[in-house]
């Protein structure tokens, strides 16, 4: 099987950094993915790494390095609309694209 | 560009009853996957599809877990009948491909209660 784990909830203040940790085992890596969800919306797609590094877009840059099983998810200059659930979701090899998902990082941005 | 849409947004039926639930994913693509949230746990792949072909349905749960996507389009999960712990959030999912860095888009899920 898989694990794939988050923290459950993290609080940080408008304006600040917060960085979500995602560790994972599995068998044939092949990519990691965050996504972010409000309260009763639909998942959306916020980042993707497949090899060592940090890819950057806008505020959000997303981490990953393969041999420790690891990756994390970083939030600069936070806004209150970035309150919301953060997931990590891991793809295998020949999985034809089906995900594996941590529980959720429930983020609370405070003014 | 329409999203991937589900209907209803919310259920509540009864223990025993009957239910389906339904996913128009993007136009033009091909995998569909259908997802479930059970409350407090993680989302979990129930199975995908690629066009009107079942790929895997590794994790359905049983066989009260039906799902069908006659021509390749628009699917449906039916569930006959329910149970109290099939209670969740059902997700559904769909992408072009199924490559590395393909993104699945998602819809906002459906909320069945089962009471």
């Given amino acids: 099987g898989q694990n794939i784990d988050q923290p459950t909830e993290m609080t940080a203040t408008e304006g600040a950094i917060v960085q979500i940790n995602c560790t994972y085992q599995t068998s044939g890596f092949n990519g990691l993915f965050w996504y972010q969800q409000h309260a009763g919306e639909a998942p959306t797609f916020l980042s993707y790494n497949v090899l060592d590094g940090l890819e950057e877009k806008g505020r959000f840059s997303s981490f990953l390095s393969r041999s420790k099983g690891y990756s994390y998810l970083l939030l600069k200059e936070l806004q209150m609309k970035d309150s919301a659930s953060y997931l990590c979701a891991v793809k295998q090899d020949d999985s034809w694209g089906k995900l594996q998902f941590g529980a959720g990082t429930q983020v609370v941005v405070t003014p | ?115």
């Avoid at chain 2, 136009?27 to 792949?45: A, T």
């Avoid at chain 2, 749960?61 to 039906?66: A, E, G, I, K, T």
């Fill in chain 2, 1 to 115: 560009e329409a999203g991937v849409t589900q209907f209803p947004s919310h259920s509540v039926i009864e223990k025993g009853q009957t239910v389906t639930l339904r996913c128009d994913p993007i136009s033009g693509h091909d995998n569909l996957y259908w997802y479930r949230r059970v409350m407090g746990k993680e989302i979990k792949f129930l199975l995908h599809f690629v066009k009107e072909s079942k790929q895997d349905e590794s994790g359905m749960p049983n066989n009260r877990f039906l799902a069908e996507r006659t021509g390749g389009t628009y699917s449906t999960l039916k569930v006959q009948p329910a149970e109290l712990e099939d209670s969740g959030v059902y997700f559904c999912a769909s992408s072009q491909g199924t490559g590395s860095g393909t993104e699945a888009f998602f819809g906002q899920g459906t909320r069945l209660t089962v009471v």
